[in-house]
C-alpha cells in the first residue's frame, strides 16, 4: 500500500465538546502524519460548497447549517492507505452502527452530529484538500 493524504475535518461538535487532543492523539496512536492544520469557521455558503456532492438530499440544509455553526479544525492526514485507514478510525457514519473504540462510538451524539469528517476516496480526498489548502501549507 502507497503513502497517501487524506482530508479530515473536526466538526462543530467536537471542537465544543472538547474533542480536539482527543482526536489529536487517535491520529498519533494509528500512524497518521498530520501535514496541515488549521481552525476556521466556515460561512453557510463554503459549508455548501464543501458538500456538494450532497445536494439535493434531505439533510443537506440540516448538515450545512450545522457545519457553518462553529469552529472546525480542519487537517491534511499523510499515511499508508490513509484515506481507508481513517475511514476505518472514523467509525459508521450513524454512531448507533459504530465499531467499538472508534472516534464516532466514542464521541458522536448522532448520525449529523458524528464529530469528524473523513474523505472517501482518491478523487474526492484530492478536491477536499484542494478546497482549504494550497500545496504550500502542506508540510511533510
Ligand atoms: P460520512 O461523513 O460518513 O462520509 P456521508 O454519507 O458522506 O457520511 O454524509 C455526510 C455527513 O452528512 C455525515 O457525516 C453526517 O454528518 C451527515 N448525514 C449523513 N446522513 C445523514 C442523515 O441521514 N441524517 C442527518 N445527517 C446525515
Ligand atoms: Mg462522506
Redesign the pocket.
Given at each position: 500500500m502507497a503513502v497517501t493524504r487524506t482530508l479530515t475535518i473536526i466538526?462543530p461538535d467536537g471542537v465544543a465538546q472538547n474533542n480536539i487532543g482527543d482526536v489529536l492523539r487517535t491520529f498519533e496512536e494509528n500512524k497518521f502524519k498530520i501535514v496541515a492544520m488549521k481552525m476556521l469557521r466556515l460561512t453557510k455558503q463554503q459549508a455548501e460548497g464543501f458538500?456538494a456532492?450532497?445536494r439535493g438530499?434531505?439533510?443537506?440544509e440540516?448538515?450545512t447549517t450545522?457545519?457553518s455553526s462553529g469552529r472546525i479544525v480542519v487537517m491534511v492526514l499523510e499515511g499508508e492507505d490513509a484515506i481507508n485507514r481513517l475511514?476505518a478510525v472514523?467509525g459508521?457514519?450513524?454512531p448507533a452502527n459504530a465499531a467499538e473504540g472508534t472516534l464516532?462510538k466514542r464521541f458522536a451524539t448522532?448520525?449529523?452530529?458524528?464529530i469528524?469528517?473523513?474523505?472517501?476516496a482518491p478523487d474526492t480526498a484530492a478536491f477536499e484538500i484542494g478546497y482549504f489548502f494550497s500545496e504550500m501549507e502542506i508540510v511533510s
Open positions: 466538526k458538500y456532492v450532497h438530499k434531505p439533510f443537506f440540516s448538515l450545522f457545519m475511514r472514523m459508521a457514519t450513524n464516532r448522532s448520525i449529523e452530529h458524528n469528524i469528517h473523513g474523505s472517501d
